[in-house]
């Protein structure tokens, strides 16, 4: 790699960073029609339950608007995953720090609504749950982000998606929120879209027939 492909692609990588930083950041202005409650949800959940939320960011703003959608991230609950009142027993793909756990209180605030795959049994819940804390620590795909971006701005693009398989890779490292959830789903043989599961956004994960709605 000669010296000038080195320096662009440090200067890239700082400039992905500083926009996931910004797009990250709080709205001032956000006012959900109804708030999350963390002990009520507690109180309901169940491993593998996705959680659709509204979101507060710039960068949740940004989703609605381009997706046309109330809702802007998918997460899925995992269970405890330390002792405590409020344990991180969430874990979400996030747009700065990339795959993470986080805490029911994390969500307080928040439009949250919560949705149970239909007919899985307890050991493809628990398949899903540990598969999805088997990620974390992967990073954000910003590239897919963008892509999926252009695809509803119809805008063009000369970078195209990975090409469709028949079902998700288990090697794969990078996501966005709705890609993650989409993987582990497919891999238990409980697919989002019947058709191209690369263009999952979380909309998709509300229409879909696989769940019902827990509250």
Same mark, same amino acid.
């Given at each position: 790699?000669?010296?000038?492909?080195?320096?662009?692609?440090?200067?890239r990588?700082?400039f992905l960073?500083?926009?996931?930083?910004?797009l990250?950041?709080?709205?001032?202005?956000?006012?959900?029609?109804?708030r999350?409650?963390?002990?009520?949800?507690?109180?309901?959940?169940?491993?593998?339950?996705v959680?659709l939320s509204?979101?507060?960011t710039?960068?949740?703003?940004?989703?609605k608007r381009?997706t046309g959608?109330?809702?802007?991230?998918v997460a899925m609950?995992?269970g405890p995953?330390?002792?405590g009142?409020?344990?991180?027993?969430?874990v979400e793909?996030?747009?700065?720090e990339?795959?993470? *756990?986080?805490?029911?209180?994390?969500?307080?605030?928040?439009?949250v609504r919560?949705l149970?795959?239909?007919?899985?049994s307890?050991a493809?819940?628990?398949?899903?749950?540990?598969?999805?804390?088997s990620q974390i620590?992967?990073?954000?795909?910003?590239?897919h982000?963008?892509l999926?971006a252009?695809?509803f701005?119809w805008?063009? *693009?000369?970078?195209r998606l990975?090409? *469709?398989?028949?079902?998700?890779?288990?090697? *794969?490292?990078?996501?966005i929120?709705?890609?993650?959830?989409a993987?582990?789903?497919?891999?238990v043989?409980h697919p989002i879209?019947?058709?191209?599961?690369?263009?999952?956004?979380?909309?998709?994960f509300?229409?879909?027939?696989?769940?019902e709605?827990?509250?």
């Open positions: 790699m000669s010296i000038l492909t080195h320096i662009l692609a440090v200067l990588a700082r960073t500083a926009l996931a930083v910004f990250s950041q709080p709205l001032k202005s956000y006012s959900p029609a109804t999350a409650d963390p002990a009520s949800l507690r109180a309901v959940l169940r491993n593998g339950d959680l509204e979101g507060n710039r960068a949740a703003a940004l989703i381009v959608s109330t809702w802007s991230h609950y995992v995953l330390e002792d009142s409020d344990p991180r027993c969430v793909a996030d747009i700065a990339g795959v993470r *756990a986080i805490r029911l209180s994390e969500v307080e605030g928040l439009n919560v149970r795959p239909i007919g899985l307890d493809a819940r628990g398949r899903l749950a540990e598969w999805v804390v620590g992967g990073e954000y795909d910003l590239k982000a963008f999926l252009r695809k701005l805008l063009p *693009a000369k970078a990975a090409p *469709a398989a028949s079902s998700m890779s288990e090697s *794969a490292k990078r996501f929120c709705s890609s993650l959830l993987n582990a789903f497919a891999l043989g879209l019947p058709t191209d599961h690369r263009y999952v956004i979380p909309r998709d509300e229409s879909a027939s696989v769940f709605v827990v509250n």
